[in-house]
C-alpha cells in the first residue's frame, strides 16, 4: 500500500469510529472524484500538500540502504449536511488530543485546527452546509534501494584491473 493511501485509510478509520458512522447515511470519502455528485451527509478528504520536517536518515542492512524522513502533511476535510458544523468542531477539538493519537495508526495530529464555514448555494438555489478543517499531521516515510556495497578492499583493485 503506498502511503497517501495509507494516510486516507487511517483518517478514514479515525472518523468513521469517532462518529460511529458504520451503519449510517454518511459517506466518508476521498476528494477529487470527477462526475460524482457529493453524497448526503458526506465527510470528503483531501491530502492537499507536504514537507520535510527534518533531514533525512539512512541505515544500512546488507546491501539494502534504508532511509527515513518525517513528513508534515495537510489533510482537508470537508464535512457536509445537518451535522457538518458539529461534526467539524468535535474533530477540532479532539485533534490535539490523547484521543486522536491512540486512533490514529500511521500519523500523528499537529496544530490546532480551525473551522470554516463555506456554505454555498447549490445548483438548485438551496444552501448547502459545509464547514472544512485543515488537519496538519505527521507522518514517517520510508524508502528501501539496493545498492553496491564493497564488503573487501580487495575486490576494487581486482576490478580496476580488468578494465
Not at 59 to 76: A, R, T
Not at 137 to 157: E, F, G, P, R, W
Amino acid at each position: 500500500m503506498n502511503i497517501l493511501n495509507t494516510l486516507y485509510a487511517d483518517m478514514r478509520s479515525y472518523l468513521l469510529t469517532t462518529f460511529e458512522l458504520l451503519n449510517t447515511d454518511t459517506t466518508v470519502i476521498k476528494g477529487y472524484n470527477n462526475l460524482n455528485p457529493i453524497p448526503k451527509n458526506a465527510i470528503i478528504m483531501t491530502y492537499r500538500n507536504g514537507r520535510h520536517l527534518d533531514q533525512h536518515s539512512i541505515e544500512y542492512e546488507g546491501d539494502q540502504q534504508i532511509i527515513f524522513n518525517s513528513m508534515q502533511g495537510i489533510m482537508q476535510l470537508d464535512f457536509y449536511g445537518e451535522s457538518a458544523f458539529d461534526r467539524a468542531q468535535q474533530v477540532s477539538t479532539l485533534w490535539n488530543t490523547i484521543y486522536t493519537t491512540d486512533i490514529l495508526q500511521n500519523c500523528v495530529p499537529l496544530s490546532t485546527p480551525m473551522v470554516r464555514d463555506l456554505s454555498f448555494v447549490n445548483e438548485a438555489g438551496l444552501y448547502e452546509l459545509r464547514f472544512m478543517l485543515d488537519l496538519e499531521l505527521q507522518y514517517n516515510t520510508k524508502y528501501q534501494k539496493t545498492v553496491n556495497i564493497v564488503s573487501d578492499a580487495s575486490d576494487i583493485t581486482t576490478e580496476l584491473n580488468n578494465v
